[in-house]
């Protein structure tokens, strides 16, 4: 089977000179680093690298491309693609030409979904049947990981075929379950408390592939038969993984969880601003997929993310957003605990519903029909290490 790992790699950048001193630079070293203890080496490795700065310039960009193969290059001797920012637009304007000029506004490599779609296209292009997905700020540690990723998929399992499989999170100390966030405004929202039940769910299962409410997209497998069929949802801000997994068995497809696959997941220290936008953003997802599920898509949701699913909901976010923005309040912060309550209005905005992703979705499916059929060669020819 022909494989490929994606590793989506996000850089905020104030300056150009701020690259190679950067987080983002450093953990993506890392996470190529950990790849060298895998047995096996048959896969083409896929960097879709977003530079996010004040001003977007194509000259800059390309720059900035070369600075950053310069200090990955010799990470990795075997097929590495890179498909930075600078390329965008030229992808844009190919999609265009063979009819996904409607939807070429969702193709970009800033944004979750984005990201993770431009890589799917690439390994469209490259003719990949299995891709995984690891993030940056992630490790290997597991020799077989590729071997363990591969088992099962588009097999039959307990008369299933296995379109997907999704994988654990292992602390920096080796457990599973998430530390618990002593956060006193999370008290009624306390994402983490059901996330944990879920994990607790699975944990408790003898099968070795087991139904699951929810994916982390940092260790996530797809086969082509899937992922030529199920984009990830543009509209999402975040939580794609878990809204993938919503779509895929609304329209027939199965992913399962298998408990032996599993990654280390070394995450940076994580700061108030994360909290705020973390909460924004599944506020925005967790309204937006009730609309997905209300005709229901054969799958418990439940712990999580079920338990934001329901109309309780609504209450949750406010009350949770009033005592953030207390919380901003009492330290002087006043200005954050004002953006905190505009936030509100998010609750009440009108969204789009399945029917869009289903239009999406369709001229997805065509497109990517054309690109396995005639690839992209001239596109990405020069984006090879």
């Given amino acids: 089977m022909k494989k490929a790992i994606i590793l989506p790699v996000y850089l905020k950048l104030n300056a150009p000179e701020e690259l190679l001193s950067s987080e983002g630079m450093s953990l993506t070293q890392r996470a190529i680093r950990s790849l060298h ?7 083409t490795l896929i960097l879709p690298v977003c530079f996010d700065l004040p001003k977007r310039d194509e000259k800059l ?27 965008v637009e030229r992808l844009r304007l190919h999609l265009a030409q063979i009819n996904f000029k409607d939807y070429d506004r969702h193709i970009d490599l800033k944004g979750f979904s984005k990201i993770r779609n431009t890589g799917l296209l690439l390994a ?14 992630e490790v290997i540690e ?28 292992l602390n920096p100390d080796g457990s599973i379950l998430l530390s618990p966030r002593k956060l006193w405004w999370d008290w009624l929202w306390d994402k ?24 982390l997209g940092g260790n996530l497998v797809l086969h082509y038969r899937l992922f030529q069929s199920i984009p990830f949802d543009p509209l999402i801000p975040r939580g794609e993984d878990t809204d993938y997994l919503i779509n895929a068995t609304r329209l027939g497809f199965c992913i399962l969880f298998d408990p032996k696959l599993q ?22 997802r967790f309204l937006y997929e009730r609309q997905k599920v209300k005709e ?39 200005k954050r605990a004002r953006d905190t309550l505009s936030i509100l209005k998010e609750i009440f905005k009108k969204r789009e519903g399945w029917s869009y992703y289903l239009k999406f979705r369709e001229t997805w499916e065509r497109v990517m029909k054309r690109i396995r059929e005639e690839g992209m060669e001239e596109l990405i020819q020069d984006c090879w290490i």
């Fill in 37 to 43: 203890i895998l047995k096996d080496q048959d896969f």
């Fill in 61 to 87: 960009h390309l720059e900035l491309e070369e600075i950053f193969k310069d200090e990955i290059g010799g990470l990795r001797t075997q097929r590495t693609l890179l498909f930075s920012s600078a390329r």
């Fill in 124 to 137: 469209q292009a490259l003719s990949i049947e299995m891709v995984i997905f690891m993030d940056n700020d």
């Fill in 142 to 169: 597991n020799p077989d990981y590729l071997d363990v990723a591969s088992e099962y998929l588009d097999q039959r399992f307990n008369g299933k075929r296995v379109g997907g499989k999704g994988g654990f999170y």
């Fill in 192 to 215: 983490i408390r059901w996330m944990n039940q879920t994990y607790l769910e699975i944990l408790k299962s003898k099968e070795r592939l087991v139904p699951t409410p929810m994916l």
């Fill in 263 to 284: 990654i280390k997941h070394l995450h940076p220290e994580r700061t108030e601003t994360y909290f705020e936008q973390e909460l924004k953003g599944d506020l925005e």
């Fill in 296 to 334: 229901g898509i054969g799958l418990s949701l439940d712990p999580y993310p079920g338990y934001f699913l329901r109309w309780s909901v609504y209450p949750k976010a406010i009350l949770t957003l009033f005592s953030l923005a207390l919380d901003y309040f009492l330290k002087g912060k006043r």
